[in-house]
């Protein structure tokens, strides 16, 4: 499942929360650190793995 970056607008830290594709608009993400729903979500770095050497 994709990993997912957000950065708290109350507190200020960045923290990641792992979500199916299909759950990203549906789930209210809040903050761990300081409870708030006041989140954005940032750019995060991609990697697939695949079973073909090359």
């Known amino acids: 499942m994709p990993h997912y970056v957000f950065l708290c607008r109350d507190c200020n830290k960045k923290f990641e929360h792992v ?3 299909s759950e ?26 695949t079973s073909k050497k090359s």
């Open 19 to 21: 979500l199916h594709i």
């Open 24 to 49: 990203l608009g549906k789930t209210a993400v809040k903050c761990p650190h300081c409870g708030s729903s006041k989140i954005e979500q940032q750019a995060a770095a991609f990697a697939a793995v």
